[in-house]
């Protein structure tokens, strides 16, 4: 026992020996997303609006590629948490099951859905 | 005895009791702009879509992002993505335990204001 510290010994002791990953993942993600979001905005931003040939040209490149893929990975699950927290705020009982089921599909869908296009814009 | 006057107890302030405050506004701003993001991030994905099918079907997803529709979302997007990414620093910085008094509180939140108007006009220029 003389060993073990005090943070050691009563980690893992509380009601519900989890809960803060979803804190923890918001704040990683949202660090995250403060350096994604620029570099997408100013690499997204300008190609709307180019023809087809020129929107196609441009996720051939590695770089805006590469921050939108992430930028969607990230984006799409700092939704899915940040939407359940509001969710579990407003709504109650089989409700908010469904909605948060839903939201959960949704950001997967929509994830799944963006890296499809942008491999197949990159290849 | 637990039971005694279920359901009819005093109950705690309403939200409509309270004056409307800066640091509440601004706190409401970020949970609004945050979901309401979803509709430019599926605008964005099916543009991507279409552009990774055909010339055809980008043209009609083109004209979308493009319009009216598009431009009105794409602008309310941004200032929603500049406003929503400073609370976002914001709530950082309060949860290292720092920026909690009221006047630092109020400071901050007339600069995620401030600020994501001036990221805006700034990203209207530059695209």
Excluded at chain 1, 67 to 77: E, P, R
Excluded at chain 2, 63 to 91: D, N, P
Aim: net charge positive; glycine share 8%.
């Amino acid at each position: 026992m003389a060993f073990l510290t005090d943070r050691k010994r009563a980690s893992g002791l509380g009601s519900a020996k989890t809960g803060t990953e979803h804190f923890w993942n918001m704040q990683v993600s949202s660090v995250a997303l403060a350096i994604l979001v620029p570099l997408f905005v100013f690499t997204f931003g300008p190609v709307v609006g180019e023809d087809h040939a020129a929107v196609v040209a441009h996720f051939a490149r590695p770089f805006p590629a590469i921050v939108a893929a992430l930028t969607i990975v990230v984006g799409f699950s700092h939704f899915k948490n940040g939407a359940q927290v509001m969710i579990e705020d407003y709504a109650h009982g089989t409700m908010r099951k469904a909605l948060i089921i839903g939201v959960i599909c949704l950001s997967y869908a929509c994830m799944a859905t963006g890296l499809f296009a942008l491999v197949r814009l990159a290849l | 005895m637990a039971d005694v006057n279920r359901g009819n107890r005093p109950l705690s302030p309403h939200l409509q009791i309270y004056r409307p405050q800066l640091t509440s506004i601004t706190s409401i701003l970020t949970r609004i702009t945050g979901n309401a993001l979803i509709l430019a991030s599926i605008l964005v994905v099916w543009w991507l879509l279409a552009a990774s099918y055909d010339a055809d079907y980008f043209a009609v997803a083109d004209a979308v992002v493009t319009g009216w529709f598009g431009k009105l979302v794409f602008l309310g997007s941004i200032w929603a993505i500049w406003y929503h990414m400073l609370a976002g620093l914001r709530h950082l910085y309060y949860d290292s335990g720092r920026g909690l008094d009221i006047p630092t509180a109020e400071r901050l939140g007339w600069a995620c204001i401030g600020g994501s108007v001036v990221l805006t006009l700034i990203t209207v220029v530059i695209l």
